[in-house]
C-alpha cells in the first residue's frame, strides 16, 4: 500500500480548483442506467471509486468512455445481466444504487449484500423497506438480495432515518413506477439535489429535492442528456480546514459556498478568516484556536464526511472541544492514530473529548479516505515528518490530493 510523507508546513497559499462531487457522481451513474440511450457527465471526478462504479456498469451490458479528462459518456442500451458482481460490490457500497435502474429496467435484480466498512455496519433495511412498498419481492441469503417486479408502483414511503443511499435509490426507483411516490423525513443533502436535477433534465418528475418530503410522478421513458456534476463539497471543506490549520492564504475555486455553509459557519466561531464569492472561497491568516464543540447531523447540519477533518483541526486549538458523531456507529478510528501523534483525544461512546495539544510526525495510517485526509492535515502542522499509509483509501475520494496540496506549498510526497 503507497504512502505519504508529509513534513511541517509552515505556510499556504495559491488556488485550489475543487473537483465533482464523488458523492452525486455515485448516484447520477446509477441513474443514467434508466436510459438507454447515451449520457453525457461533465466536472465527473477521476477517483477509484468512479472507475468502480463504471465497471459494475461494463458488467451489466453498458458502456463508458471518458470524453475529455472530466467527461464520462455512459449508455446501457440493454442490460443483459441482472446479477452484480461480488467483487466489485463489496468494494464499493454506493454500488448498491444500481439495485434501482436494473430493477425497473428488467424486472429483477440480485445483488450483494454491501459489507459493512470501518465506520460502521450501515444495514440497508430503509432501501428494502421502500422498495418493498412499491411492490418489490424481496428475498435474502447467502448475502445476496433478490427481487422482483415487473413493474414498480408509486408508494407513501416514511424512512426512520434521512439515509442519503436509500433516498436516491428510491427516487432512482420511483422516477420510473406506475404513479405517484412520496418520500418522507427524507435525505435533503446537495447530492440528492443534484440527482434529482439530474434525472428531471432526463424527463423525471420530481418535485421538492432538498426538503424531507419528496414527490415524484413516475414516467414510462427517460430521454438522454447532458449533465454538468456539483462541485465536492467534502473536498473543499477538507481543503478549508488545511487552509485554517496552517497559516494561509489560498483560493478555493469552482464551489458553491451554500453547501459548506455548515463548516463555514462552525468555523467563522473558532475564529477563521474566510470571505465568500458566488463561486469561491478565500482563507487567510490562520484561526485564532478557539476550541469549540460540534454534533455531526443530517444535512444541513454539519457534516459526518467532515467529523475526522474537523478533529483533526480541533487537536490544535486550544482548551477542550467536543465532537459527537451522530451518524454512523463506528467513526472514530481516526482518534488512536491522531493520538499517536501527540493529540489528546478521549472517546466516551459516540463523543470524542479533544484537549488541544501540539501533534508531532509519527507513522500513521488510513482507515478510510476521511480519516486518512484528517491524517494528512494534521501531518501539516506536526512537528517533524509524518507518513500516512494505505493511501489508496483516500485516492478513492480525493483526486490529486497530493498534487493540489503540493501546488498550495504543503511539503508532500508520494511513495506508490
Ligand atoms: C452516503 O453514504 C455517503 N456516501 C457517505 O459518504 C456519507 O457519510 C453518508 O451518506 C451520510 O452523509 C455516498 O454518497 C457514496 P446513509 P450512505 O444511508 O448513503 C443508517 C464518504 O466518506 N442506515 O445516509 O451509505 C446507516 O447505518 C462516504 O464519502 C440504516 O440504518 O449513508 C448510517 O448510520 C462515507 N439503514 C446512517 O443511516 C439503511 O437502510 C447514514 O447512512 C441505510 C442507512
Redesign the pocket.
Known sequence: MGKYTISQTDFLEGEVLIGGS??AT??ILAASLLCPDKITLKNVPNLV?VSNMCNIISHLGGKYNFEAADELCISLPEITEHKAPYESVSKL??SFLIMSPVLVRYGKVRIPLPGGCP??????????KGFSAMGAKIKQGHGYIEAKCPKLHGANIYL???????T?NLIIAASMAEGETIIENC?T?P?IVDLANFLNKMGARIQNAGSDKIKIVGVDKLHACSYSIIPDR?EAGTFLTAGIMCESDITLKNIIPDHIRPIMAKYSEIGADIKEGDNYIRIKGKCKGINTDIMTM??PGF???MQAIATALLCTTSGRSLIVET???NRFLHIPELNRMGANIKVDGRTAIIDGAKLTGAKVKAT???AGAALVLAGLVAKGKTEVENIELIQR?YENFDEKLRKIGASIKTTL
Open positions: 464523488k458523492n455515485l448516484p471509486d457500497r454506493a465506520i460502521g455496519t450501515r444495514p440497508i433495511d430503509l432501501h428494502l426512520d432515518f434521512p439515509s442519503v443511499g436509500a436516491e435525505a443533502e447530492e467534502i443530517p444535512h457534516p459526518t464526511d451518524v454512523f456507529d478510510d479516505l476521511r475520494g
